[in-house]
């Protein structure tokens, strides 16, 4: 049984790398000649276009699209105005004025 390899973050640009070879040899050739994962490179085949949209020194993707985009731009305004008269805000607070918002 091989070893289990540790993790590893890989860059944007080295993703692309991957896809690039992919489309002249198979996902196997391609993982062993970057010494990964074949899954990986199904997963980075599947977001191609996302990765190259990021810039290429970006490891990963780790942001969701707002659930509620209208609260969190009337809640971002609030806080930056509150920021601006120099008022403390915690998390809390944020919590009960997105209560309040609602």
């Known amino acids: 049984m091989a070893a289990k390899k540790s993790r ?3 860059t944007a640009k080295f993703k692309l790398n991957v896809c690039e ?11 062993l000649q970057f010494d990964t994962d074949k899954k990986n490179v199904r997963t980075w085949r599947k977001m191609k276009t996302t990765l190259l949209a990021m810039t290429k020194t970006r490891k990963a ?10 609260l969190e731009r009337n809640l971002k305004q609030w806080v930056l105005e509150m920021r601006s008269k120099k008022l403390r ?4 607070t944020i919590k009960l004025k997105a209560k309040l918002l609602t």
């Open 61 to 70: 993707q780790r942001y969701k699209s707002a659930k509620w985009p209208e």
């Open 21 to 31: 070879l992919v489309e002249t040899k198979s996902n196997r050739k391609a993982a």
């Open 89 to 92: 805000i915690t998390t809390t």
């Open 8 to 10: 590893q973050s890989y």
